[in-house]
């Protein structure tokens, strides 16, 4: 068995200030093993040999085989010495050649390849203030919460047991029905909601379920990216689709070519902030209805306007059963609480039931099970209250900090609801560097040309989310936000 090839020149890293002698030699000698600069069954040589090579007690380099060695890296025989074992399996050098992927593969690779302004969805930030789509969990009555758990732990019945109705928790299916009539003009009945573990995962039905191969999708832009990493998965035509103060603006060269599904977000575009108008929507509905064309509602965050009652949902006009609705409690509750649902068109309900069963096995009963007591007892509209107005006073206290700083120099886009505002910025302007920018001097916040599949016409702007900042601290953060900002304009 051949000696290992300079393995007394093996080059060994600088050891981190505070790391462990041990722990820094077995994680180099670990990787030298798995990047194959040391071939499988190769002979090392002694502990005595190596301790003092590399300067170092012999105990440390036994200690470091020991280990090595119950974690299968090497194997010792007697006669024979310490070898790498043949089983470990060195890492690629690199990734697989793009060409020989599928292509739906290709492009969720291709989508989820995003610049590193995207800094949001760290969780090193997530206590960074204008991180967009927190919300504030310290104001969340998470004792009342535990209080239904606690009862229906306390109670084991229905929600124990396997869903019965493959749409979810019937007595929350029906909370919902009524909630949705007197706050989103929606009349539906129970039945045609189902329930689902997150927007992503309504998202993904509503691929597999309406659309095939090379179907046609109007997506806005700029528009939500999870919608867009969903339906990029599948051989689909994703159009992107301007946006104007009234919503989705289709061009008349669009409009000649219908798509088979379009995704909206009428009441709150996302990311703009815009209200889609009462005339474009008509418009809208008509155009679908005559052209067969499922319109998916993404309805988000629609409960929190300031200075106006929120306005019918999209699907409450819809005469020709062509609109779903999909609404979450993310936004209203707390995010891992992983629920949302979709209100369906009678003629799609089944289907969809027996989809959500077949390829999820649905589960959450207990979950569901509490939100259902939380909406029936009146708790989540007491909450949507109290929370529209501490968002709004936060909401406040952004603008006045915006108009301290820059007056009518750096305009609002959509500053009437939901839990951000968006800064328009000159096309010049590197959003993607200012985002970097404020990241390094501690604000997160994301450029708007993040959110435009057309990169090169994309509008320049900063997305602030201010759901999870405290009132209090809005002045001071947005002043760090100030000053970055200037050296930009």
Not at 13 to 29: A, F, I, M, N, S
Not at 281 to 300: I, K, N, S, T
Not at 454 to 460: D, G, L, S, V
Request: proline fraction near 6%; charged fraction near 20%.
């Amino acid at each position: 068995m051949p000696k290992v090839k300079g393995w007394l020149d093996l080059p060994l890293k600088v050891r981190g200030e505070g790391q462990h002698l041990t722990d820094w030699l077995y994680l180099e000698l670990r990787s030298a093993i798995l990047e194959g600069s040391l071939s499988a069954s190769a002979r090392l040589p002694s502990t005595r040999d190596f301790a003092a090579q590399y300067g170092l007690s012999r105990g440390t380099i036994v200690q470091v085989f020991e280990r090595l060695q119950s974690e299968g890296y090497l194997s010792s025989r007697v006669g024979a010495g310490t070898v790498i074992s043949s089983q470990v399996m060195p890492r690629p050098p690199s990734g697989p050649d793009a060409g020989t992927l599928p292509a739906y593969v290709r492009n969720i690779r291709a989508n989820y390849k995003r610049p590193k302004a995207f800094v949001g969805l760290s969780p090193a930030c997530s206590l960074r203030p204008f991180r967009m789509g927190d919300v504030d969990l310290q104001e969340f009555p998470s004792k009342l919460w535990a209080r239904l758990a606690s009862r229906r732990a306390r109670s084991p019945g229905s929600w124990a047991l396997p869903a019965d109705d493959l749409r979810g928790y019937q007595p929350l299916r029906q909370a919902i029905a009524g909630y949705l009539g007197s706050s989103r003009g929606i009349a539906c009945a129970a039945d045609q909601i189902t329930i689902v573990s997150g927007v992503q995962q309504a998202l993904d039905l509503l691929a597999r379920l309406l659309l095939s191969t090379n179907d046609k999708i109007w997506l806005e832009d700029p528009g939500y990216w999870g919608a867009r990493s969903v339906f990029s998965a599948g051989a689909l035509k994703l159009v992107p689709v301007g946006v104007d103060g009234e919503g989705l603006a289709p061009t008349l060269e669009q409009l000649r070519q219908p798509p088979r599904l379009m995704f909206v977000s009428p009441s709150h575009q996302y990311p703009t902030g815009a209200l889609m108008s009462h005339g474009r929507r008509r418009q809208l509905l008509e155009y679908a209805a005559a052209h067969g064309v499922w319109v998916v509602e993404d309805d988000y965050d629609s409960e929190f306007r300031y200075g106006a009652r929120p306005l019918p949902a999209l699907q409450g006009l819809d005469a020709h059963g062509r609109v779903i609705y999909l609404g979450t409690f993310s936004k209203t509750l707390f995010p891992a609480l992983r629920l949302a649902y979709l209100v369906l068109p009678p003629d799609l309900v089944d289907a969809f039931a027996r989809a959500l069963n077949e390829l999820f096995r649905e589960g959450q009963t207990m979950q569901q099970a509490v939100l259902a007591r939380f909406l029936a007892e009146g708790h989540y509209a007491t909450h949507i209250r109290r929370m529209r107005a501490v968002y709004s006073a936060r909401h406040d206290a952004l603008m006045d900090a915006i108009t301290r700083h820059f007056g009518a120099q750096v305009p609002v886009i959509g500053g009437d609801a939901g839990l951000h505002l968006t800064l328009g910025l000159g096309r010049l302007v590197d959003d993607d560097a200012v985002a970097q920018h404020a990241q390094r001097a501690g604000v997160t916040t994301r450029p708007l040309s993040l959110y435009h599949m057309r990169r090169p016409a994309a509008a320049k702007g900063l997305l602030l989310g201010y759901g999870c900042v405290r009132e209090e601290e809005i002045a001071p953060s947005f002043a760090k936000l100030a000053r970055v900002l200037r050296a930009y304009l």
